[in-house]
């Protein structure tokens, strides 16, 4: 079986992309400090996938656990999830965020080359496009200077990896620009566990539903938009999943020195009254919430074009708006009252 190395593999995304992998064939082998995952999540891969899923317990900005990890296993590439990703906490520790996220990305890639490991898969993320002047967005829509720290490590290292290639390295890289990653697992096995009060707007709104939160304040509702509030393009987390093994596949067969992104989103933008009406009614609870002011730093309104991430990698979202709501919920549901 194929080894691909899941940076961050006990996080949201990287979770739900090691029973994907497996899904497909591969066997993952994650990384995590577990700063901001809980190792409750393995106990959740191995319910689903009937077998525990290798993992190490340690930090990518370690030279030489990267580097064991590299000998120790026959590894064919790697998805680079793991990152500090609080856009608000950014802007308080930006010198952790610039550390966390680019020396990692740094010591990774110097890890490949040293052992011959050629095929990266990249977590960027459609902040990088700020308020785009088209909508919807296209992967050659230019970007925009950063929002916030958190913002420019993506740009920085979107950067790095286009100038490795251009070195005349022997990697092959995509980077995937993710949009609104929404939704559980079907089992309800793992999920998003947002540390603290959760900054996005999924999470809260499904626990506002269980009664962890009192109520939730919609940022603004005189924005541009067709009801007054932001629009973003959900998809789902297993969507975005599947991506990153259309991602490893594609990269197999193409020649050294590849670099490519992708949009990865529906093409559909919603807006946060959609998505509070859309959970009212997949979980049957009316949402208690008020309409508050503008959030600084909110982009209006930004939703992909997916055209290229459909032509090239022959991948399509399988999932709705509600399929996500409803597994965010069920998610939710099995977490109980529980705070992370
Ligand atoms: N969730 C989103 O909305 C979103 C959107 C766009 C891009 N992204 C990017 O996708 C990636 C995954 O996001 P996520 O939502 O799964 O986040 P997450 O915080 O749930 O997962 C990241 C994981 O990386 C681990 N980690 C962080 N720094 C580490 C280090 N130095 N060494 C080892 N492990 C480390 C954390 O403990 C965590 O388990 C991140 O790079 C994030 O910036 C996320």
């Known amino acids: 079986m194929k080894q691909i190395l899941i940076t961050g ?21 994650i990384i995590d400090n577990f700063s901001n995952s809980n190792k409750n999540v393995l106990q ?6 009937s077998k525990p899923v290798k993992y190490y317990e340690g930090d990518c900005n370690d030279r030489k656990m990267m580097e064991k990890i590299f000998k120790e296993n026959d590894l064919q590439g790697v998805i680079h999830f793991a990152a500090s990703k609080a856009v608000g906490e950014s802007t308080q520790i930006p010198l952790t965020y610039y550390s966390n996220n680019i020396n990692s990305l740094i010591i990774l890639l110097e890890t490949m080359k040293e052992f011959g490991v050629k095929d990266i898969v990249f977590s960027s993320s459609c902040t990088v496009y700020g308020q785009p002047d ?21 740009k920085i290292c979107e950067d790095i990896l286009t100038d490795h290639i251009k070195s005349g390295a022997e ?4 980077a995937l620009r993710y949009f609104n990653p929404i939704g559980a697992h079907p089992s309800s096995k793992i999920g998003e566990l947002p540390l603290g009060v959760p900054a996005n707007l999924v999470p809260f709104v499904t626990q506002t539903g269980a009664g962890i939160r009192e109520k939730i304040t ?4 005189d924005y541009n938009t067709p009801d007054g509030t932001c ?6 987390v297993m969507d975005l999943a599947d991506a990153h093994v259309k991602s490893i596949e594609y990269l197999a067969d193409k020649k050294n020195n590849f670099f490519d992104l992708f949009n990865v989103g529906t093409g559909n933008g919603n807006s946060v009254m959609e998505v509070i009406k859309a959970f009212e009614k997949v979980s049957g609870k ?4 008020e309409i508050g002011a503008r959030r600084a730093g909110d982009i209006e309104k930004v939703w992909a074009n997916t055209d290229k991430v459909s032509s090239v990698l022959g991948w399509s979202p399988k999932y709705g708006l509600e399929d996500a709501l409803k597994d965010a919920w069920n998610w939710q549901l099995h977490l109980g009252k529980e705070k992370v």
């Not at 006990?10 to 979770?15: K, M, V």
């Not at 909508?135 to 720290?149: G, I, M, N, Q, Y």
């Not at 990697?171 to 995509?174: G, H, K, N, T, Y």
């Not at 629009?231 to 789902?236: M, P, S």
Request: proline fraction near 8%.
């Open 231 to 236: 629009i973003r393009d959900y998809i789902h």
């Open 286 to 289: 009316p949402l208690n919430y």
């Open 171 to 174: 990697a092959r890289v995509i």
């Open 44 to 49: 959740g891969l191995e319910a689903i996938l």
């Open 9 to 29: 593999g006990a996080g949201y995304i990287g979770s739900h992309t090691a029973v994907a992998l497996v899904n497909a064939g591969f066997e993952p082998i």
């Open 218 to 221: 919609v940022f603004g509702d």
């Open 134 to 154: 088209e909508l919807p967005v296209k992967e050659t829509t230019p970007r925009k200077d950063a929002e916030s720290p958190y913002g420019n490590t993506k």
